[in-house]
């Protein structure tokens, strides 16, 4: 069993941290934020996450994670910052993973594994990492192993996948590779497959996100399509992914969450050669103008409507709004109005429009009761496919609601119970 310093305590660190725990490594957490490192210690987990307060609170009370107010040395030192995402220009901002290195340096000793598990755009771990841990005096691949090993886990289900997920482990050299393995291998159940360097290792994790919105974009330009066919999307795909060799995924109000819309880009970084990925990313983010489209239609005049919104996390059963297709509806809704919606929605002078969602507690948005939300209000869209969505009652919809306009972005409602209702329902 080895000693593992974990630094950045989010959703890929805190779990990575306490897997790393319970299977009996000592384990240093550490985390720039002081509050988050106080809340730990007193047992509390910060994040929403299925498993993972009873995870980290096993790990802490075995007293193999022990989180620490600096980094501490330690034979593996796994990096797992944050690289936030700069939207102007469409770039990682690198900060963290510089400030982690620098933080890092007078910690490094000779033998040492350092591997970084953000996602970061090609070639970062060797241009950008190495350099700065190399002010150490020591040397990436001769004195100090370097690897990149990117994390894949999906939120809603990390635990499990952290250790059934196949990994990719791609070294400065094969000493760095095979080091970084012996440590993966010891809770790893999935496949551990080694790349020749760490840029291929970033690349392919950027083309795994990529490969999804791209699938996505195509999805939801069917569904563009079969609205003016006037035909079933969701029929459609279906039928088209009976064919062994295609799999398309769901249409839907677009793609959010901090991955699928921000990966993509990471591959321009370097390079202007982004033409098939970068019209994916155009054709998903322009799906909340064309909902909004499709109430202006069945509305006729979207000023004094109520259009209720259900769902503001970016995916179902998740309390995540980050990048939300759901709060992006209810801006581009607001929009054309004389007094623009708040990003958080609310009302404007033309328009109101009421939001819901189940699993998100955020003080700064204006979210309702689902009863308040559809009471009086002409038209709804279902934004996210929550579960508690998916058993949604018609009765009590048209015994509130003002219209009968319903727009089902992500195929949750049953489209004859609601139409035998009396509602002119749309599904993407
Ligand atoms: N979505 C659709 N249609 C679909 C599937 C998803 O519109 O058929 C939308 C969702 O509603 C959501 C967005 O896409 O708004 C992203 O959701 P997601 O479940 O596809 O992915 P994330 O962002 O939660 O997690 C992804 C995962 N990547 C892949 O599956 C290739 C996860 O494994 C990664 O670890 C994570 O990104 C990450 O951290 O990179």
Known sequence: MSSVCVHGLGYIGLPTAAML??????????????????????????????????????????????????????????????????????????????????????????GDTVILESTVPPGTTVTELQPILEESGLVAGDDFALVHCPETVLPGNIITELRENN??????????TESAVRLYESFVNGDIRTTSDPTVAEFAKLIQNTYRDVNIALSNEVARLAHDYEINSREVIDFANEHPRVELLQPGLGVGGHCLPIDPWFLGADSDQLDLIERARAVNDRMPEFVADLLQTALGDLDDTKVAVLGVAYKANVDDTRMSPGLKLARELGRNKTMPVATDGGA?????????????????????????????????????????????????????????VIVDTRGCLDSAVWQGEGFELQQL
Request: charged share 30%; hydrophobic share 35%.
């Open 167 to 176: 990994r990719l482990i791609g070294g400065v050299n094969g000493v760095s």
């Open 348 to 404: 404007t002078d033309g328009i109101e429009i009421a939001m819901h969602d189940p699993h998100v507690a955020d003080p700064t948005l204006d979210l309702c009761e689902l009863e308040d939300a559809i009471e009086n209000a002409d038209a709804v869209v279902v934004a996210t496919d929550h579960d508690e969505y998916e058993s949604l009652d018609p009765t009590r919809f048209s015994e509130r609601m003002a219209g009968t």
């Open 21 to 110: 725990a319970n299977y009996d490594h000592t384990v240093f957490g550490y985390d720039t934020d002081e509050s988050i490192r106080e809340r730990l210690r007193r047992g509390e987990v910060h994040l929403d996450e299925p498993g993972l307060r009873a995870f980290v609170t096993q790990a802490i009370e075995s007293e193999q994670l022990e989180i620490t107010d600096e980094v501490v040395p330690a034979k593996y030192q796994i990096i797992c910052v944050p690289t936030p995402f700069d939207e102007g220009e469409k770039t990682a901002t690198l900060d963290y993973i510089r400030d982690a290195a620098q933080a890092l340096l007078s910690q490094l000793r000779e």
